[in-house]
T-cell receptor, first 114, second 117 residues
Framework: ETGVTQSPTHLIKTRGQQVTLRCSSQSGHNTVSWYQQALGQGPQFIFQYYREEENGRGNFPPRFSGLQFPNYSSELNVNALELDDSALYLC?????????????FGPGTRLTVL | AQTVTQSQPEMSVQEAETVTLSCTYDTSESDYYLFWYKQPPSRQMILVIRQEAYKQQNATENRFSVNFQKAAKSFSLKISDSQLGDAAMYFCAYRSGVETSGSRLTFGEGTQLTVNP
């Protein structure tokens, strides 16, 4: 149990729709990262938020966006869903303090796009 | 860009035996961190062990140890006295030591480990 929670657990959407995934980090974790994990593959970095601002992005289009809130929660929004967006979405948070900041992962949200 | 390669999609081991999972990576950086993560069917990614590139000594955590060969860019995980609870997908991951890169992790494709009773 890492103290990082995600909701919902599972979600089914249709192509073209929009989706919001949520993550709740541990108190004091001011950095959150989001990853996309397609079936049978390793997680791919989407972006990272630090103190409510995006400060790093992977090779994902702008229809993937995020928000981070002062209460250590965050959101991943995906617009105009495509079939290839079907994946497990993981969030990971890191505590304040040292540069080396271990990431604590949530259990993920399984998104299916039909 | 950094890449991480795990060449063993699947591995199996008998309970109480030892198994080694392989990982290679490619980077032009001199300062970085390497990790092994475990992902059981519950999907929650759990940190198994980490290695700082500037440390020559191989990291050890109880039954888990690594063989870090910086020149060869190799980072293997050895699991001793394998237990049924070790069965999971194992991911090798890289993180840059450049501060502006933040906490971004680059993962390999994973190795599915089966432990046979």
């Amino acid at each position: 149990e890492t103290g990082v929670t995600q909701s919902p657990t599972h979600l089914i959407k249709t192509r073209g729709q929009q989706v919001t995934l949520r993550c709740s980090s541990q108190s004091g974790h001011n950095t959150v990262s989001w990853y996309q994990q397609a079936l049978g593959q390793g997680p791919q970095f989407i972006f990272q938020y630090y103190r409510e601002e995006e400060n790093g992005r992977g090779n994902f289009p702008p229809r993937f966006s995020g928000l981070q809130f002062p209460n250590y929660s965050s959101e991943l929004n995906v617009n105009a869903l495509e079939l290839d967006d079907s994946a497990l979405y993981l969030c990971a948070s890191s505590p304040v303090g040292t540069f080396y900041n271990e990431q604590f992962f949530g259990p993920g949200t399984r998104l299916t796009v039909l | 860009a950094q890449t991480v390669t795990q060449s063993q999609p699947e591995m199996s081991v008998q309970e109480a035996e030892t198994v080694t999972l392989s990982c290679t990576y490619d980077t032009s950086e001199s300062d970085y961190y390497l990790f092994w993560y475990k992902q059981p069917p519950s999907r929650q990614m759990i940190l198994v062990i980490r290695q700082e590139a500037y440390k020559q000594q191989n990291a050890t955590e109880n039954r888990f140890s690594v063989n870090f060969q910086k020149a060869a860019k190799s980072f293997s995980l050895k699991i001793s006295d394998s237990q049924l609870g070790d069965a999971a997908m194992y991911f090798c991951a890289y993180r840059s030591g450049v501060e502006t890169s933040g906490s971004r992790l680059t993962f390999g494709e994973g190795t599915q480990l089966t432990v046979n009773p």
